[in-house]
């Protein structure tokens, strides 16, 4: 099934890409959530409407890239989270926590799509995130979790 994709998804591609995958695929996943629309004709004039906002939104150079992690990577992060007398939080940390901490510390503005935490934050500490900038550079950042 020919989809046109309006975000951005790992291993198959970007925001704008029409891309051809399997219908269950398509059709249980990549729509309901969002990720996608079915092609059609019409839809052509979408994808050129989804490219423009494309690239009003995303960092077009490594130059730019590169001077977006030195921001980050000079801001401490600091995330208050309800947790138990262990240090075991209720729930746990996500990437869209991660993005409005950053914001709220002073950093840049990022997307939580490209927040990646490698494995679940569950617990009190000092914990590494990456954050996913360019094709060709991401910024490793610390994240402080303390109770709230």
Do not use: C
């Amino acid at each position: 099934m020919k989809i046109i994709l309006t975000h951005e998804v790992s291993g198959l591609g970007t925001a704008g890409d029409v891309v051809d995958v399997k219908d269950g695929y398509a059709r249980n996943y990549l729509v309901p959530r969002g990720f996608a629309l079915r092609w059609t004709k019409g839809g052509e004039k979408d994808v050129a409407q989804i490219r423009r906002a494309r690239k009003i939104h995303e960092i077009a150079t490594i130059e730019q890239a590169s001077e977006v992690k030195a921001k980050l990577e000079g801001t401490k992060v600091v995330l208050a989270v309800r947790s138990g007398d262990a240090g075991r939080l209720f729930g746990s940390v996500t990437p869209a926590d991660v993005a409005s901490a950053i914001v709220a510390a002073g950093g840049p503005k990022v997307d939580k799509r490209s927040v990646e935490l490698g494995s679940p934050i569950k617990t009190l500490g000092s914990h590494q995130v990456s954050v996913r900038l360019h094709a060709d550079v991401a910024a490793k950042l610390g994240v402080e979790v303390v109770a709230a």
